[in-house]
């Protein structure tokens, strides 16, 4: 079960946090969301929180290059810092190997985005959400399939992401609300193993 809430919290976190506006008039949608991708493999912090129904959510923190909390309420907490992860439920904590390699294993342009060859963008306008100016997109892949629609704001970084993701035949929604980018304030360190 932890592992599918870091899978759903990492694998969106990372690919919709990147999904920001392009600086770039010329580019096309598709193009914006490859540049903003870029742009958020060089962000240096970040918080997110996710929500996926009526049930408590998780609120995540990364700091680069490989360092990620994740909060998962009542659950306890995973804190991953290069391939070491710390899992503490309960107020134990123990010390394992982290799962798929890790946090930098999935800070890639391939693994945020999928096959960039299938990749399809459409911008959808401005919208207002939370009293900020956003502009819209709807990102789609085939390879792997994904659907998604962001909410970025003029600062190039994500407001709000909602992601509709199929998982054993069964259709989940999560919304992200993000926050603190490159806020250096935001610090991870290795707990101790109690």
Same mark, same amino acid.
Not at 5 to 23: I, W
Not at 48 to 60: K, L, N, Q, V
């Given at each position: 079960?932890?592992?599918? #809430?870091? #899978?759903?919290? $990492?694998?969106?976190?990372?690919? $919709?946090?990147? *999904?920001?506006? #392009?600086? *770039?008039?010329?580019?096309?949608?598709?193009?914006?969301?490859?540049?903003?991708?870029?742009?958020? *493999?060089?962000?240096?912090?970040?918080?997110?929180?996710?929500?996926?129904?009526?049930?408590?959510?998780?609120?995540?923190?990364?700091?680069? @290059?490989?360092?990620?909390?994740?909060?998962?309420?009542?659950?306890?907490?995973?804190?991953?810092?290069?391939?070491?992860?710390?899992?503490?439920?309960?107020?134990?904590?123990?010390?394992?190997?982290? @799962?798929?390699?890790?946090?930098?294993?999935? %800070?890639?342009?391939?693994?945020?985005?999928?096959?960039?060859?299938?990749?399809?963008?459409?911008? *959808?306008?401005?919208?207002?959400?939370?009293?900020?100016?956003?502009?819209?997109?709807?990102?789609?892949?085939?390879? @792997?399939?994904?659907?998604?629609?962001?909410? /970025?704001?003029?600062?190039?970084? @994500? /407001?709000?992401? !909602?992601? /509709?993701?199929? !998982? #054993?035949?069964?259709?989940?929604?999560?919304?992200?609300?993000?926050? %603190?980018?490159?806020?250096?304030?935001?610090?991870?360190?290795?707990?101790?193993?109690?």
């Amino acid at each position: 079960m932890i592992k599918t #809430s870091l #899978s759903a919290t $990492l694998t969106p976190a990372v690919l $919709l946090l990147g *999904l920001c506006a #392009s600086g *770039l008039a010329w580019a096309g949608p598709k193009e914006e969301v490859v540049a903003a991708v870029d742009k958020f *493999l060089a962000a240096k912090t970040y918080h997110a929180s996710m929500s996926m129904g009526p049930g408590p959510g998780t609120e995540t923190d990364f700091v680069a @290059p490989d360092r990620i909390r994740i909060k998962m309420g009542a659950m306890g907490e995973q804190i991953m810092i290069g391939d070491t992860a710390y899992l503490t439920i309960q107020g134990k904590t123990r010390k394992q190997p982290s @799962p798929g390699g890790g946090v930098a294993a999935t %800070r890639s342009r391939d693994k945020i985005l999928g096959n960039q060859q299938t990749l399809k963008v459409t911008a *959808l306008g401005a919208e207002t959400i939370g009293g900020v100016a956003t502009k819209k997109y709807k990102v789609e892949n085939s390879q @792997p399939k994904s659907s998604s629609t962001f909410w /970025v704001a003029a600062n190039g970084y @994500p /407001v709000q992401a !909602v992601n /509709v993701a199929e !998982v #054993s035949g069964k259709t989940y929604t999560s919304t992200l609300k993000y926050s %603190r980018f490159n806020d250096p304030s935001i610090k991870i360190e290795a707990p101790a193993v109690k």
